[in-house]
């Protein structure tokens, strides 16, 4: 049973677009939705990171936007870079101690210049 | 400022051979978690350890496991590999359940 549920699989945006992740979840008491960021040959790395009693959170140029109602969430890159071509996964977790972080399955992004 | 380091990077193995993957954190931190990672399937979890001495079963625990030597040192035992455990194997840890990970570089095994 799959948890969180990623779309799309593989993304291809020009150069200064807006690439949109989005992520849907099942269990309501998930309270910590990352997204990591994974360049080829290493390790994800933590990007972004929201709790439920927000609905958006702004990085620079990465947006998470949260719909509680909905139970779902995404990622929005504004003004996408060839430097942003990576694999990201969301992810979502109860945050308490004895607990792990599930993932998506993750979307290859190629960001065309 | 190493973070989490895995040993080895690359591994060949041959069907039934056992082998044990590394992983140790600098970072004081009390949750380690082992992940694999397969083309399509995203990162899914195989054991984690909330806190020294503890460990328990994640996605996909079969036909491995592990020991929480000491708070920085968690190790993945393979005891007789198989194919289908051709993969990416990433560590990770965190100061407390599935907040902040830092994961390692990662360990490529390749079962024939």
């Known amino acids: 049973q799959q948890q969180v549920k990623q779309s799309p699989q593989s993304l291809i945006v020009q150069k200064g677009g807006i690439s949109i992740i989005n992520c849907a979840y099942e269990n309501t008491a998930f309270d910590y939705f990352p997204w990591y960021q994974q360049f080829p040959g290493k390790g994800p790395a933590l990007l972004i990171a929201?709790?439920?009693?927000?609905s958006e959170k702004k990085e620079g140029r990465f947006t998470i936007s949260f719909n509680k109602s909905a139970k779902q969430f995404s990622l929005h890159i504004m003004d996408s870079q060839p430097g942003d071509s990576a694999t990201y996964f969301c992810a979502a977790s109860i945050g308490q101690a004895g607990t792990a972080l599930i993932f998506g399955k993750g979307t290859t992004l190629s960001v065309s210049s | 400022n190493a973070g989490v380091t895995q040993t080895p990077k690359f591994q060949v193995l041959k069907t039934g051979q056992s082998m044990t993957l590394q992983c140790a954190q600098d970072m004081n931190h009390n949750s380690m978690y082992w992940y694999r990672q397969d083309p399509g399937m995203g990162l899914r979890l195989i054991y984690y350890?909330?806190?020294?001495?503890?460990?328990d079963k994640g996605e996909v625990p079969n036909g491995y496991n592990v020991s929480r030597l000491n708070k920085r040192e968690f190790s993945l035992r393979l005891e007789s590999a198989a194919p289908s455990q051709t993969s990416v194997y990433f560590c990770?840890?965190?100061?407390?359940?599935?907040?902040?990970?830092?994961f390692g570089s990662g360990t490529r095994l390749t079962v024939v």
């Open positions: 350890s909330a806190s020294e001495g503890t460990t």
């Open positions: 990770a840890s965190s100061e407390r359940g599935g907040l902040g990970y830092t």
């Open positions: 929201i709790r439920p009693d927000v």
